[in-house]
């Protein structure tokens, strides 16, 4: 009974007090004797079966069964709700309009909150993000309030200071992975002996790689470009950096020249050129923060994290991924609704129609095999002078 009520009054109180008070004494004081209930309780807590609670659906791969049976609980007036905007039931039983999902009341919280912990996006990309799966009345609007709300959206915006890029005039490349801008941004807090971030950024599809680096040397660059990028999606045309030493210096001028790659530099002072890279820069910088702040780690552990979220995340202009136009299907998330039937392809189609990239459609098709083909070559002739800049 001693316990039933200690439990009790923890539910029921406001504040919490330490006393401290010396262990395993005989005492007869009012301290001593709650010290002595406590170890009690402590025990018994201890020999009692552990009863896991339920895992909401939100949390995990919600599947077709567990959402019908939710909607069991919603009122006949949120139902005509649904079917006045257009929402149907289809032959699995769940409620779509279009290809999204509806998603129930009592769920909607929940997977704000979910996806926002994946992205901490802004309002309108978490809009864009959602609404590939789930659909419910005043959406939007719920999205809105609830990131407006987020403490570490709020202290990360307040004290990240963001240099504003200028937009620039130069032409956007005709396809996928033919023009590339490359950086170091550093130096960062030490991380792991991490203090540089190596980035290359696709200005096709905004597909980015980084590295972290312990320096900012032509010969990390090099390598890293040889070993890690080009492998993985094959050469470009063109590379664009700043004019930093480590980017004009012999050591890349080699390196570029042997794969058959185009440098071209930014003018000093006019960040124009490159404002893709700076931009991306600044947003890298920016979700480390927020995860910093969220979960206490290193930044060098939680970048995989970051890439994730910038890699799904849907272009303003295209409504587009990074991942969608470098693959030509769409990134999977935790959260997301069960697909229509087995298959989601016919729902990514659709969307690209809808959206009007037709061409980015068949610009993603064609090169699809060619991008995972493409793997760095280096001809029989080359000196050893030259592989020595790949390998270094």
């Known amino acids: 009974m001693r316990v039933k009520a200690l439990l009790d009054a ?60 939710t909607y069991d609980t919603e009122t006949d007036s949120e139902i005509q709700r649904w079917k006045h905007k257009g929402a149907k039931q289809d032959s699995d ?7 999204s999902v509806v998603a129930p009341t ?6 704000i909150q979910l ?29 809105y309030d609830y990131t407006s709300r987020c403490l570490i959206c709020l202290e990360t915006k307040n004290h990240t200071t963001r240099k504003k890029i200028p937009m620039g005039c130069a032409p956007r490349p005709k396809g996928l992975w033919t023009h590339l801008q490359m950086d170091f941004t550093g130096p ?11 980035v290359v950024i696709d200005q096709y599809t905004r ?20 070993t890690e990028i080009f492998p993985r999606w094959g050469l470009p045309y063109q590379i664009h950096s700043d004019n930093g030493t480590h980017f004009t210096g012999k050591v890349m001028k080699e390196a570029m020249k042997t ?20 931009r991306m820069n600044q947003t890298i910088k920016t979700k480390l923060t927020a995860e910093i702040k969220e979960t206490g780690k290193g930044w060098h552990g939680l970048l995989p994290a970051v890439l994730w979220k910038i890699r799904a995340s849907p272009n303003k202009v295209t409504q587009l991924t990074p991942f969608e136009l470098m693959t030509g299907r769409a990134m999977t998330l935790r959260g ?30 064609q090169l699809k095999a060619q991008l995972y083909r493409a793997m760095l070559q280096i001809e029989e002739g080359d000196s050893s002078e030259k592989l020595q800049v790949l390998i270094a």
């Open 188 to 198: 960062l807090p030490p991380s792991g002996r991490y203090t540089y971030l190596f």
């Open 207 to 226: 597909w980015v790689e980084v590295f972290p680096t312990r320096n900012c040397t032509a010969a990390t660059a090099a390598r890293l470009l040889a």
């Open 106 to 111: 009592g769920a909607r919280q929940p997977l």
């Open 10 to 69: 923890a539910h029921r109180s406001q504040e919490a007090a330490v006393i401290k008070v010396t262990a395993h004494q005989e005492t007869k004081t009012v301290q001593g004797q709650g010290n002595a209930w406590a170890d009690e309780a402590a025990k018994l807590a201890a020999s009692l079966p552990c009863v896991a609670a339920a895992q909401p659906v939100s949390e995990r791969e919600a599947t077709d069964e567990e959402i019908k049976m």
């Open 259 to 278: 794969l058959g790659i185009k440098q071209k530099f930014s003018m000093p002072y006019h960040p124009q050129s490159t404002r893709m890279v700076e």
């Open 93 to 99: 039983g769940l409620w779509r309009l279009n290809h």
């Open 336 to 365: 997301d609704a069960p697909p229509q039937g087995t298959d989601d392809s016919g729902g990514f189609q659709q969307m690209l129609r809808v959206k009007g990239v037709t061409p980015y459609q068949h610009r993603v098709l």
């Open 115 to 143: 996806y926002h912990g994946i992205t901490h996006e802004g309002p309108e990309k978490q809009v864009a993000q959602m609404q590939r799966t789930w659909w419910w009345p005043g959406m939007k609007r719920d999205i």
